[in-house]
């Protein structure tokens, strides 16, 4: 079930797998740095990639890690699994929102304390119900469509924690696209305060 827009066509996903990697000394600035950055469509290679920096950062250090997040969403499972590992770990963990954060990005941006998100001047964030396609036999389409309703309510209870709104409230205002710029997300409780530059982020204790 995905939290996003539309998945990308077969020739598309062929284009990314063949994308060259980061090279490695940008890798290790990053990583000397304590800096993860993710990016685009939120899906398993994402999930992976991301835990398995973090669960290196925090074997080498207990030092505050930061994620930098610019995403349109992605898959549930896989945001899942990045929020749930930034709140497994020892370190301190910031999030750093750019561009726009969007559904399963926005689930991976609220993992951290709500005075631990950040984001850039010009940043949108967007949330919104999960959805899935739901087909087959009578039968699967009644088991698809309670675990989808599992999920909305888990997503309500997950967004209500994080801003400090009731279920009720995040389930209304997320019935359909749920737009805020940066005055919104911080009056709303998903956004802890806007910086505009890295010496703000270095001089955090």
Known sequence: MTLDEPEKDEKDKDKVALEPGTP???EETLFKRRYVLITGQINDRIAKTTTERLLALAAASDDPINIFISSPGGHVESGDMIHDIIKFIKPEVRTIGSGWVASAGALIFVAAERRNRFCLPNTRFLLHQPSGGVGGSASEILIQAD???KMRERFDRLFAEATGQTPERIAHDTSRDFWLDTAAAKDYGLLGSVIR?????????
């Open 24 to 26: 490695k000394i940008i």
């Open 147 to 149: 675990e989808l309703k």
């Open 197 to 205: 530059s890295q010496s703000e982020l270095d001089d955090l204790k």
